[in-house]
């Protein structure tokens, strides 16, 4: 039993703006990654989500992203669900993360439920925040991430 070839019709213009651009380059992959960015950043909080940006102390090739999830929001397949939703966002937006910074996103239970054009505006809220703070400069946060105590 042979399976039938799959061909994708549409026009080579459409199918050239459907491909995807990864998310998987600008991702924060290592714990310590995340330790050095909390210890330099602060904390801020939107109406779904909390989210952290910091400098990059380590040369880095952009921008970079990182999503966290505790175990209070749900179980698993919830979590997994909140961070598949975020992803997406994100992917369709990579180009908006501010350069020379790592930014975390901690999203509220609320995320699960709301509404994916909402999330959206949400996320482009944050990025743009987050750009505004990257153009002012992060000093106080470099001078903090100078001064934390090395990351084990």
């Known amino acids: 039993m042979t399976s039938p070839l799959i061909v994708d019709a549409r026009p080579a213009a459409i199918r050239s703006v459907v491909l995807r651009e990864s998310l998987t380059s600008s991702r924060l992959a290592k714990h310590a990654d995340y330790q050095r960015a909390y210890a330099a950043a602060r904390k801020r909080k939107s109406v779904s989500m909390s989210w952290f940006i910091a400098p990059q102390t380590v040369t880095a090739a952009g921008p970079r992203v990182g999503l966290t999830v505790g175990k209070v929001i749900g179980k698993a397949h919830q979590r997994n669900r909140i961070k598949r939703r975020l992803r997406e966002v994100l992917r369709r937006h990579v180009a ?5 910074c790592d930014l975390i996103l901690h999203p509220h239970r609320s995320v699960l439920t709301i509404e994916f ?3 959206d505006a949400e996320i482009l809220r944050i990025l743009s ?24």
């Not at 750009?131 to 990351?151: D, F, L, M, W, Y």
């Open 96 to 100: 908006l993360l501010p350069p020379g």
């Open 117 to 119: 054009t909402k999330l």
């Open 129 to 152: 925040q987050a750009n505004a703070e990257a153009a002012r400069g992060i000093q106080i946060s470099a001078h903090r991430a100078a001064t934390a105590k090395p990351v084990r």
